[in-house]
């Protein structure tokens, strides 16, 4: 068949290799200068560097496998990863990106909270409405005590009250989780085993015997991984098709499909089928003319911060979710592990954009804020020297839906079905890669 991908991002690249792998005749429409999407990243310090950490997270052997067959520039690594959370003043000494409540929450606090989300998930058999406001899951499953402070840190992040959010949007916030830190992992270990309730509201690190999955990273960078995808695709016969703006695309009976783009010399080409891997919110605007889905997105804009520092500046950790509410910054990353240097590291905070101070401000808090943060982590009294610093504001880093959106959706999806039938195929916004891969084999197969 003589089938269309539109989008050059990463799912994209996978669903123009699965249906080549299946004997069709593939066309890739990339509307940027190069492959990629967000893992491109961005320059600095003569370096491509990563917008915040971007691993492969829970890939399978299966997935790692069909990763690499584009060829060895495709190569994963598999990572240490090391995570961690600071909130209360203090670094959490376990493995959870999750807040941890004992250093900020008394013990009677903590007992009151496990008291009242046991009792909720007790009482709570209903099937939650697609239009439920992220406030009022939390309310339902977190309890009131615990539900104040996620509200203020989702607004530290976000720059958005949870009662504004679907609560859908909890598969992309990391602190709206079922399970919550209340106690350290040994003592919530032994709850868990003594009360299947317990199992369900209480986190507790995961041992590595029970790891099954990899955190992956492409040993020779995303950009050397997107030139062997892209050479690959060509070897074996994908049309890749760079600078192409899809306009429209037309229905001719139901039998070929017809786009419109400014390359005015393929617009007569006819596709058996097309693929969306590109946003669904784009695909509403190419497909319908209409912008419903957008208008019920909030964007989330970031500061990207990127300091050249000391090696080791945040121990052996691959990130710190910033929960503290007297911080700025919501997220470190060390960006080491992509970076070949034996006395120095570039780290990576991440700032909501729009709070009320200038981008050098904002810098200077980054500093004070790493630093102190460094020093628990490294015993070391003495701040951190920063050799040099870059910074980058992208404008739509995070996209939270906001309530009505998935009931917009849902029309949305039928109309497109209802215009172009079943062979137009509109793959639904994911946002974690593996996500995308299962998203492509429930379609392909």
Wanted: proline share 2%; charged share 25%.
């Amino acid at each position: 068949m003589h089938v269309a991908v539109i989008g050059g991002d990463f799912r994209s690249c996978m669903i123009a290799k699965r249906l080549l792998n299946k004997g069709n005749n593939v066309y890739l429409f990339c509307a940027d200068k190069s492959l990629g999407g967000f893992l491109k990243g961005v320059k600095a310090f003569d370096r491509n560097l990563d917008v915040g950490p971007q691993y492969l997270n829970n890939f399978t052997n299966a997935d790692r496998e069909f990763i690499e067959s584009f060829g060895k520039g495709a190569e994963l690594i598999d990572l240490t990863f090391n995570y961690s959370n600071f909130i209360g003043g203090k670094v959490s000494q376990e493995n959870m990106a999750l807040p941890n409540w004992q250093n900020f929450l008394n013990l009677e606090t903590r007992l009151e909270i496990l008291l009242e989300r046991s009792i909720l998930l007790l009482n709570n058999n209903e099937i939650f409405n697609e239009e439920l406001s992220l406030s009022e899951y939390l309310y339902r499953t977190a309890g009131n005590t615990l539900k104040s402070y996620m509200d203020k840190i989702c607004y530290k992040f976000y720059g958005i009250t949870t009662s504004d959010i679907n609560y859908k949007a909890n598969e992309i916030i990391p602190f709206v989780s079922n399970r919550q830190a209340l106690f350290e992992g040994k003592t919530s270990k032994e709850l868990k085993k003594a009360l299947n309730i317990f199992d369900d509201t209480l986190a507790a690190p995961r041992s590595d015997s029970e790891n099954l999955v990899y955190n992956l990273y492409p040993k020779y960078g995303y950009s050397n991984m997107f030139e062997t995808i892209e050479s690959n695709l060509t070897k074996e016969g994908v049309k890749i098709l760079k600078e192409t703006i899809v306009k429209s695309i037309k229905n001719e009976a139901n039998n070929y499909y017809y786009i419109e783009s400014n390359q005015t010399s393929i617009n007569d080409i006819p596709f058996d089928k097309i693929y969306l891997g590109l946003d669904e919110r784009y695909a509403e605007r190419i497909l319908l003319g209409t912008n419903q889905l957008e208008k019920q997105t909030n964007y989330i804009p970031q500061h990207f911060i990127y300091m050249e520092t000391n090696k080791g500046a945040i121990g052996n950790l691959n990130y710190i979710f910033d929960y503290d509410l007297n911080h700025i910054t919501s997220r470190i990353s060390d960006l080491n592990y992509s970076i070949n240097n034996p006395m120095k590291t570039v780290l990576c905070s991440e700032v909501y954009a729009k709070n009320n101070n200038s981008l050098d401000k904002v810098i200077n808090m980054c500093k004070d804020e790493i630093s102190e943060i460094s020093n628990q982590i490294t015993n070391n009294s003495k701040h951190l020297d920063f050799y040099e610093v870059k910074s980058f504001t992208i404008p739509k880093c995070y996209r939270i839906p906001l309530k009505g959106y998935f009931k917009s959706l849902k029309v949305i999806k039928n109309n497109i079905k209802n215009k172009y039938g079943e062979k137009l195929v509109m793959f639904p916004f994911k946002f974690s890669r593996k996500e995308m891969l299962m998203s492509i084999d429930k379609e392909l197969g």
